[in-house]
């Protein structure tokens, strides 16, 4: 029967009617899986470090309690495989074998079966070999009257396991960054102006509430650049406040901003040339700043003797002074550290450089009698009213005002250290 043009054709039950969908239509959907298919423009890419949530199913993940299954797996599919291989051995030895007499392929045959036999039930039951630790990588046996951070073991952040470790560690980074005097070397720069410097960077470390870490490291990277490098004295503002802007970097949370520093000093430099000055110092460290310092080889001294807060900070405040004596320059932070915690003991009346020191600082007692007395000939000194700022610090009451309490006698050390 004819279709009528402009009528609709008839639909019978059970047949179904083709859907028919315009040009414009077929464009939207193409245009909607593109958009799907593609990132919007500005998009950040995806970022292939990390695992795709589409594809979480292929992704395998081992639960403890499946260890058993898989092993139990592992061991079936392992004597499946033997148990294929002796099959196949069998065929071959048999297909091998033709032309041969029964006797000798029997023979033959078995022998075979039984080196594979042997030979698997000896794999088996191998153990298996268990690497020899090398004698530099052992850890060292503490003893239990030496241990002082077994006590710390459920406070993850003191890192008990590995305390000794790292500090011993930083004791062996102590040989890279060891100085000598530098003064010959500099020009139009003499002890006297690098004092006032310091003097100055610790007034930058008070106003700027910043940590004692970051005044130490700020010094000790001051003091690496001035040993390579010939600076004039109007330029050496400019390099202890760059200093201390990378120290800030390293140390601090939330370290002052560039302009900061360029404040302090006074608008005397230029933001071109601090800049200029942070690329100079780091390329003369080969940007490598991690510098062991004394600040933290004396808290863990410290700790070795369980020392009160107040004789903390009178070791605290020798080790500050220690930083404006030139003389002190290429001593080692770790022998500077045990040198003032010694004073410290002494003045207390704590008792003198004890084995459980001499185990954790690996210095003896005569080790430390040369510091000791530069040190208390440096705090013996008449005072400079112009050098008062780490003076005037330790007097105040936060610090239990130790600037103020009186030296001890140098025979009275002496004596301590001879013990």
């Not at 120290?247 to 005397?268: G, H, M, Q, V, W």
């Not at 807060?309 to 070791?315: E, F, G, Q, S």
């Not at 932070?333 to 410290?344: E, F, R, T, V, Y």
Request: aromatic share 8%; with cysteine.
């Amino acid at each position: 029967m004819p279709v009528v043009r402009g009528k609709k054709p008839p639909v019978t039950a059970g047949t179904k009617v083709p859907k028919v969908t315009t040009s414009t239509e077929n464009q939207e959907e193409g245009q909607q899986a593109k958009r799907s298919s593609s990132p919007p423009r500005g998009a950040p890419k995806k970022r292939t470090a990390f695992i795709d949530i589409t594809n979480a199913h292929k992704v395998q993940i081992s639960l403890p309690g499946r260890k058993k299954e898989a092993a139990k797996k592992q061991a079936k599919k392992a004597s499946s495989t033997s148990a294929k291989n002796l099959e196949n051995l069998k065929k071959s030895s048999s297909v091998s074998s033709e032309g041969t007499s029964p006797e000798t392929e029997k023979s033959d045959r078995e022998e075979v079966l039984r080196d594979d036999v042997e030979e698997l039930a000896a794999a088996s039951a191998a153990p298996p070999a268990v690497r020899e630790v090398p004698a530099h990588l052992r850890r060292q046996a503490i003893p239990e009257e030496f241990d002082i951070d077994s006590e710390n073991s459920d406070d993850y952040f003191l890192c008990p396991e590995y305390a000794k470790d790292i500090f011993d560690y930083l004791k062996q980074r102590e040989e890279k960054f060891v100085l000598c005097n530098y003064m010959p070397t500099q020009p139009s720069v003499n002890p006297e102006m690098r004092a006032i410097l310091i003097d100055w960077l610790v007034e930058v470390q008070e106003n700027f509430e910043l940590y004692h870490e970051t005044l130490y490291l700020a010094v000790k990277m001051a003091d690496h650049y001035l040993s390579k490098t010939p600076v004039h004295r109007e330029m050496l503002q400019l390099v202890g406040s760059t200093a201390m802007l990378i120290a800030s970097k390293f140390e601090e949370r939330s370290p002052p901003c560039l302009d900061d520093f360029l404040y302090i000093c006074d608008d005397a430099y230029k933001r071109e040339e601090l800049i200029s000055m942070e690329g100079r110092i780091l390329q003369a460290l080969s940007f490598d700043i991690n510098i062991p310092i004394p600040y933290r080889f004396l808290r863990r001294y410290a700790k070795c003797v369980s020392a009160a807060m107040d004789t903390l900070t009178l070791a605290r405040y020798y080790c500050e002074m220690s930083l404006m004596e030139v003389e002190l320059v290429p001593e080692r932070g770790s022998l500077l550290a045990s040198a003032c915690l010694l004073m410290a003991l002494v003045t207390k009346d704590l008792g003198g450089w004890s084995p459980i020191l001499q185990f954790h600082s690996g210095y003896q007692a005569p080790a430390l009698l040369p510091v000791v007395r530069i040190l208390h000939a440096m705090l013996s000194a008449p005072p400079d009213d112009k050098l008062r700022a780490i003076r005037n610090k330790y007097s105040h009451k936060v610090f239990y005002e130790v600037a103020s309490l009186p030296l001890v006698d140098v025979g009275v050390l002496e004596k301590a250290l001879s013990e």
